[in-house]
């Protein structure tokens, strides 16, 4: 998918209605977030009516569902072409990716900012898709597959909701070509250099394990024996 052509050009009237009202739906969720986008403007946008949008979705949490899916799916498969297939190295592949690559970014910022459960859904989704992409290739080494899915989209979810704050930073907007291929170069030389040594990260984890290995304090409960007794002690009286 790439960004949704005008009502009127020819690839816009080659898409499905069903295509047509999801693509502009994504766009405008994107730019005014779920509750800032109506239906009446998406069905403008899509050239349809509001009733069939009710027809092929529900509702609007209906249609930011199957957004929710559909870029989903595509982000994955876009990866899977970049790491799995050796489109990492082709640069047409990821020209024709970048205007998807972009929305993305800039469709999961938009629902993190507005921390609604449509947002705490498509983080645990992301996250149980990193999951079964680590568990599925096996690529990174890890002994908890699932925290590390869990932070790095984390960090990436952080990265995209501090876009202004990057986008200063870098001078130069992330949503944009410019700004995004600055900060996926960024991205890039992160993941492929180690911040730690083999040698300091085996130590770290040795000590995380012998942490894990112990009973947490248990904390004094109010009221109990051994606060009163601290009182006794500090108070004589």
């Known amino acids: 998918m790439t960004v949704t052509p005008p009502v009127g050009d020819p690839a816009f009237e080659d898409l499905t209605a069903r295509a047509r009202i999801r693509d502009v739906a994504l766009r405008l969720f994107a730019e005014r977030g779920i509750e800032g986008a109506t239906i009446r403007d998406i069905a403008k946008e899509a050239g349809v009516s509001a009733g069939l949008i009710r027809h092929h979705f529900g509702s609007k949490e209906g249609l930011r569902e199957a957004c929710d899916t559909h870029m989903l799916d595509r982000m994955m498969r876009i990866k899977e072409d970049a790491v799995l297939r050796g489109g990492m190295g082709d640069a047409g592949l990821f020209m024709s990716v970048h205007p998807t690559v972009l929305l993305g970014y800039r469709y999961f910022a938009r629902a993190m900012v507005d921390g609604s459960p449509a947002a705490e859904t498509t983080f645990d989704h992301m996250v149980d898709l990193g999951e079964e992409w680590l568990t599925a290739h096996g690529q990174v080494d890890t002994s908890d597959p699932r925290a590390y899915a869990a932070v790095l989209v984390a960090m990436q979810a952080g990265l995209l909701m501090m876009h202004d704050h990057v986008s200063r930073a870098l001078g ?13 170069r960024a991205m890039v030389d992160f993941y492929s250099h180690a911040l730690l040594s083999p040698e300091l990260a085996a130590q770290a984890q040795a000590v995380l394990g012998q942490l894990g290995d112990q009973q947490p304090p248990t904390a004094a409960e109010p009221g109990s024996a051994g606060e009163g007794a601290d009182d006794d002690r ?3 009286h």
């Open 172 to 184: 130069a907007d992330v949503f944009t070509p410019e700004g995004s291929l600055r900060m996926i």
């Open 234 to 236: 500090r108070d004589p």
